[in-house]
């Protein structure tokens, strides 16, 4: 009895107006990439960097991503394309699916080795801030294969199971473990756990890209093996479980080596940029710091032209007092030499006058003299 399950689409490619063809494999691949630039765009500010430096460094590293997925897909499912009946076209159509995220990782890496030497800043920080956002592109990347309706589990009559109707390639119609969601579920919650161990422990040098890694090889290699697509085996091995172990070893080496070598993390991770834009737990972005800061710069210069202008009018005081004083002083200086000048002129004047006075009295006296003396000849005669 069909109690419950996840239907599939009934196509994958749908006519946008009619015209344009809209495949739902390769929609998928392209959310994906803009949901991990935008996230590690977040990171990367929030680390130190500037804007924009994700993306322009994306440039470089999807487009080798995307080449190296579909070369690791061919050459570990070359039967698909190359053997007999099968057309090596096709290899081509990286629309129709078939990326491995193995290869993915390893060109995409060299794209993104170029792109942060042309920026001048470090690979393994730039990896770090991208980690949780390739884990989300991955979980959403893996609903394409829902619309291609491929990569699915063995049967199962599970209320989740998801419903194959496809007869293509040899598919046989039926319900069948959904190992597309599992590994969509599995790296949304590798993604929760990179953020969080970052914030945590201040993962750097390339140690949260390493945990991604780790953690992301655990999901796969138990997901992996629930598979039923075609696949080479070896030692009763799927190649990607064997791979997984292997890439899960070195990402665990990679861990405790470089914790030893290169500490913490990295305090600059592009030369240049402003330390205003950023804040300390390496997941969110405060982009009113600066403006704070330009706030608190303009207040203190015009605290600074207030004291300046305070000082200057004390100055002033200091000029005007200084000149009323010396004013003052200047003008007693010069009443005390007017009285001086008014006292000698009225000494001069009281000498003066003493002397026309005794000249006036010698004068009166020589007059009468000479009086007496004509009254005394007079009697004589």
Sequence with gaps: MEIAYIPSPSRGVYELFGV??????????????????????????????????????????????LVGGRLYHVITDYQLYFSEGQDWVDAFKIWEGGLGIWGAIAFGAVGAWIGCRSRGVPLPAWADALAPGIALAQAIGRWGNWFNQELYGRETDLPWALHITSTTDG??????????????????????LVIWADRRFKLGHG?????????????????????????????????????????????VLYIVLSARRRPGREEVVEPGASDGDTDDDGAAVKLDKKSEDEDSETKDSEDKKSDAEKSEAKTSEAKTSGAKTSGAKTSEAAKSEDEKETAEADSESGSGSGSAESETADSSSSVEAKDEEAESAAKKA
């Design 171 to 192: 598919r046989v119609p039926g319900y069948y473990h959904p190992t597309f969601l599992y590994e969509s579920l599995w790296c949304i919650g590798v993604a929760v």
């Design 20 to 65: 344009i063809p809209l495949r739902g494999y390769a929609f998928c691949i392209i959310i994906g990439v803009f949901v991990a630039v935008w996230l590690g765009n977040r990171r990367w500010i929030a680390r130190g960097g500037r804007p924009g430096t994700v993306a322009d460094v994306a440039v470089w590293a999807v487009p080798f991503g």
């Design 207 to 251: 140690r949260a890209f390493a945990l991604y890694v780790a953690a992301y090889c655990a999901g796969r290699f138990w997901i992996e093996a629930m598979r039923v697509d075609e696949a080479h085996h070896f030692l009763g091995m799927r190649l990607n479980e064997w791979t997984s172990i292997v890439v899960f070893l070195l990402a």
